[in-house]
């Protein structure tokens, strides 16, 4: 052996003597952490706080997380890097117990750090070449939102006879959380998921038995923002036919609805329907005198008009011209 293996072998051996001496890192950690399930499997410290209420069981989470091992300044996977992380349901996604245990602990906003032991984690094999075995490991997470999807998927399990028996106030509850999932995907810029869902909702609505007239309002006003969603989809996805078709279905509820009218009027221009697009901008902007979106529309459409109309007169003249010379 050279003389400068020999020495990098001695500093490794008085390094891994002086680890075993000294408290290393988790050991700090642990002093400031709390026992999550009184075995000291799995400790959390809330490094800032969230609100509201905790994560529910089978609830599908959108977070930023990142794990650690012990001495290691680079993660050994991390979601951080990621503008618009996965969201994860618990039971199938999230696969290590540890951290499917202590997510059912945070709420919305909160970030925290867990230590795990193996058995809450990589087990006693660890997870060769990146885990060694027994290893415990920590892990940063950041909850964005979650929703309850649970109650969803048990609700979708059942027969339209079993969901009409099912009160009203659960369907509403359901429908809210498959569009907040439209919405999800919308912003994320996955329209055809996002168009998926909020036909989804639809469905769950209209398989519903609407006797009595309190029963259809509440219907009605659940339709609502999902005609203008998915209007507003359909736009995103050049498609002005279908954003139009929604869009008079949500004027069937309110004829007076802005958002509806304004969908309308960006379908008509897409269409280069220019008439119908400014009668619809026109009485938007009647009942919002002050809407920039409104008025910048209306101006749009206005210029794209007057545009036509000359290409029609300029058309018209040459074909004149052309009958006079013959």
Do not use: W
């Not at 995907?185 to 989804?200: G, L, P």
């Amino acid at each position: 052996m050279s003389g400068n293996g020999l020495i990098s072998s001695i500093r490794r051996l008085i390094n891994t003597e002086e680890r075993l001496r000294t408290p290393g890192p988790f050991e700090h950690l642990r002093q400031q952490m709390n026992d999550v399930l009184g075995d000291g499997g799995i400790l959390k410290e809330v490094v800032q706080p969230g609100e509201g209420p905790p994560v529910p069981q089978d609830a599908s989470v959108l977070m930023h997380y990142s794990g650690f091992l012990e001495y290691s300044d680079q993660p050994f996977e991390t979601t951080t890097h990621l503008k618009y992380p996965q969201m994860m349901k618990l039971g199938r996604d999230v696969t290590l117990a540890g951290l499917e245990l202590g997510l059912m602990t945070m709420r919305k906003g909160e970030f925290s750090r867990f230590l795990f032991q193996p058995q809450y984690a990589y087990g006693d094999m660890g997870c060769p070449p990146f885990i060694p075995a027994a290893a415990v490991v920590l892990y940063e997470v950041q909850i964005l939102d979650f929703l309850d999807s649970g109650q969803v998927d048990s609700f979708i399990a059942l027969s339209p006879e079993e969901q009409n028996t099912v009160p009203l106030s659960t369907l509403l509850e359901v429908v809210n959380t498959v569009r907040s999932f439209g919405n999800r995907c919308f912003h994320q810029s996955r329209y055809d998921n996002a168009k998926d869902r909020y036909k989804q909702a639809l469905m769950l609505l209209g398989n519903r038995d609407t006797e009595g007239d309190a029963v259809k309002e509440r219907i009605q006003t659940a339709l609502l923002p999902l005609y203008l969603n998915l209007s507003l989809t359909e736009l995103r996805l050049d498609s002005p036919h279908k954003a139009l078709k929604y869009g008079n279905k949500a004027l069937e509820i309110d004829s007076a609805n802005t958002k509806a009218l304004y969908r309308c009027g960006q379908a008509y221009l897409e269409l280069h329907e220019y008439e119908s697009a400014q009668t619809c901008l026109i009485t938007a902007q009647a009942k919002k005198p002050f809407d920039s979106d409104i008025n910048n529309l209306l101006r749009k459409v206005a210029m794209c008009y007057k545009d036509s109309l000359d290409q029609q007169k300029d058309l018209y003249s040459k074909m004149f011209s052309d009958l006079r010379a013959n």
